[in-house]
């Protein structure tokens, strides 16, 4: 028995050699899970190689992906800011436009059933168009021009090719490269994880113990942010509407966060934001499914790396995870499709404290990778010489 495992890796070896045309950079890899998260779900159809993820960690690095060549995905999905955007509420796209939502972060976006806030796309290969066409975004006038871009910028040259049997960019292998890195980014093995999978005592000190303990007690957090028996993905991938939404539509006070320069903010009543910023009206999971019972539901995001993802809820309205602490002890704000979850808690100051500790204690021990190898991939920003439209030709 114990010559085995030393067969199969001849075996292996023997069945590399005989496909001689697949280089290594082609053959699919799997992504062993990290402790504390389930098998990464993986579409059969658009496999992980290596040449994929790292051809889709260019592009998302690439500003040139968007019309005037100034916003790539990771400006929004910053890697030094928990791949979100920590100083915006609401993301701003090309030229200043405004987004009304916040931009999640893409960790452990693997094991994100529907996408966007509303759950309104269900594949990263189809996702990645959403920004890239998107007029307030990356601003592309159509799918085409996207695609004659990267033909004509030297970086890519050869390298679709090369990642998927000789087929150059288009519509499918654009969506599947950035598809294949954004899967890779997967982060887990945190503090929580060596103390609740693991039984590592002392990863966790008392106080996020106890903080542990209100979360999946209590505090009643857990039954939507989900913590399994041999795994937690701290959401239950549902919808659910907590009030924030509501309370947006209705326009009910809200204090806005207003940066004045790199790190100064100002709190600024709504009202005095309307000379120059209506709301945009924002109805959540409504939007995909027009039943009016899913009015301002929006996902339950995940948990992992919440300490580096602020601000909080879809529209980044609650800056600190204290401040989200004291918006669930209020027990949300209540509309007549209020989860009936939410209830007022009252914490006592301790157990605000617990808690905010055991939320912090999620942060993944790989970030700092993942946020080096985002950067090594960043291409240079020389725009093409030519607009892609004009350099285009029928070539059949
Ligand atoms: C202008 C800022 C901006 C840019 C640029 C941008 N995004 Fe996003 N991204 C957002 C916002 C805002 C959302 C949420 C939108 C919503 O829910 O309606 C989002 C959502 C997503 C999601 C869904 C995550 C989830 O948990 O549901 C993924 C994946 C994603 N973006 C990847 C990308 C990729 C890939 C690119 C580049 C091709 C990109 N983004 C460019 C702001 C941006
Ligand atoms: C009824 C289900 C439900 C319960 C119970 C619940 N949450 Fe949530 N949680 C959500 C949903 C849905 C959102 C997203 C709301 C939005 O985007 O507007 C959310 C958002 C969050 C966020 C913001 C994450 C981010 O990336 O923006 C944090 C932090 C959070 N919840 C912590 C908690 C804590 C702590 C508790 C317990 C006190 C709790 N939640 C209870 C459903 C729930």
Not at 287 to 313: G, I, K
Not at 338 to 355: C, D, G
Not at 373 to 382: G, H, N, S, V
């Amino acid at each position: 028995m114990k010559a085995l495992p030393g067969t199969l890796l001849l075996l292996w070896v023997l069945a590399l050699s005989a496909c001689e045309r697949r280089e290594p950079d082609n053959i699919p890899v799997g992504l062993a899970p990290p402790q504390g998260l389930p098998v990464i779900p993986l579409p059969p159809d658009s496999p992980l190689t290596q040449a994929r993820i790292e051809l889709g960690r260019t592009l998302f690095m690439d500003r040139r992906l968007s019309h005037n060549n100034t916003l790539s995905c990771a400006m929004c999905h910053v890697p030094e800011q928990g791949f979100t955007s920590n100083e915006l509420g609401t993301a701003i796209g090309l030229e200043g436009q405004t987004i009304r939502r916040n931009s999640p972060t893409v960790y452990n976006v693997a094991y994100v059933e529907q996408l966007f806030h509303d759950g309104r796309e269900f594949s990263l290969e189809n996702q990645a168009w959403g920004p890239l066409l998107a007029g307030n975004e990356m601003a592309n006038p159509s799918i085409g021009y996207v695609i004659e871009k990267i033909r004509v910028l030297p970086e890519y040259a050869g390298r679709f090719e090369k990642a998927f049997g000789g087929r150059g960019p288009d519509v499918l292998t654009v969506g599947q490269a950035l598809a294949a890195y954004q899967r890779t980014l997967v982060s887990g093995n945190s503090r929580f994880d060596r103390w609740h999978y693991g039984k590592e005592q002392n990863a966790l000190n008392a106080e996020e113990q106890a903080g542990f303990r209100l979360f999946s007690g209590k505090a009643g957090c857990s039954a939507c942010h989900v913590v399994g028996e041999k795994h937690a993905l701290l959401s239950d991938n549902r919808f659910h509407n907590t009030g924030i939404g509501y309370a947006n539509s209705m326009g009910l006070p809200k204090k806005h966060r207003v940066q004045l320069a790199p790190g100064v903010f100002v709190e600024v009543e709504d009202k005095a934001l309307d000379s120059f910023e209506q709301p945009q009206p924002d109805v959540g999971r409504y939007e995909v499914t027009l039943d009016p019972a899913d009015s301002w539901a929006y996902r339950t995001p995940s948990l992992r790396n919440v300490a580096l993802t602020s601000p909080y809820m879809h529209d980044g309205s609650l800056p600190t995870l204290e401040e989200v602490i004291e918006f669930y002890d209020r027990g949300g704000i209540d509309n007549p499709q209020k989860n009936p979850l939410l209830k007022p808690l009252a914490l006592s100051a301790t157990e605000k404290r617990a808690l905010a500790a055991f939320l912090k204690s999620l942060t993944g021990d790989n970030v700092q990778k993942l946020v080096t190898e985002a950067r090594a991939a960043q291409p240079a920003d020389t725009p093409p010489e030519k607009d892609p439209a004009s350099t285009y030709r029928r070539s059949y």
